[in-house]
């Protein structure tokens, strides 16, 4: 299973050629989050992931997931 530093991995939801999104925790608080990992490290899936992340905090809805951060390896 994926190893993640700060999160606890429980399962994988969807896999597509460019990414994988799991189901786990944050080990911080116990809060329940999704991880999309993008399968390509390269600096423009980074980019790709920071554009994505900061169109979602746009939306501030509550049916649209939180993002939290970018780890990029």
Known sequence: MLIVPGYTVLECIRET???AVYVGTRVSDG???VLKVYRS????MTRRAERELELLQ???S???IRPVEVCAS
């Open 17 to 19: 050629a460019r990414s």
């Open 31 to 33: 809060r329940g989050v």
């Open 41 to 44: 490290g390269s600096e423009q």
């Open 58 to 60: 746009r939306i501030g």
């Open 62 to 64: 509550e049916r649209v």
